[in-house]
Nanobody, 126 residues
Framework: QVQLVESGGGLVQAGGFLRLSCAASGRTFSRYKMGWFRQAPGKEREFVAGIRRSGGDPDYADSVKGRFTISRDNAKNTVTLQMNSLKPEDTAVYYC???????????????????WGQGTQVTVSS
């Protein structure tokens, strides 16, 4: 299995930026597709971005397209979410997740992800 630890959350004003990182340890990082999800109070956990094992073909939720960028470094066992032009509605706990399935493409379904980090809080003030 793999252990995931997120970092980089915090408080930022609307229009600002944050960079979230997820460090993986355990099994070979490159075997996992990786995703970022978020959960706001009273809402379900939702897909934000995902990336294939190779780092290609990232996928994004419509709400973050053009503002967020996901990337990974398999040599450093990390996946990063660069968040620009942040909005108050981006406020949530952000989770890193790993998908161990053999399917090549990124899945947006949280139930398909096998391992989760503990989450990091992102708060965007207006």
């Amino acid at each position: 299995q793999v252990q995931l630890v997120e970092s980089g959350g915090g408080l930022v004003q609307a229009g600002g930026f944050l960079r979230l990182s997820c460090a993986a340890s355990g099994r070979t990082f490159s075997r996992y597709k990786m995703g970022w999800f978020r959960q706001a109070p009273g809402k379900e956990r939702e897909f934000v971005a995902g990336i294939r094992r190779s780092g290609g073909d990232p996928d994004y939720a419509d709400s973050v397209k053009g503002r967020f960028t996901i990337s990974r470094d398999n040599a450093k066992n990390t996946v990063t979410l660069q968040m620009n032009s942040l909005k108050p509605e981006d406020t949530a706990v952000y989770y890193c997740a790993a998908d161990d399935s053999s399917i090549v493409v990124v899945t947006t379904n949280r139930n398909d992800y096998d391992y989760w980090g503990q989450g990091t809080q992102v708060t965007v003030s207006s």
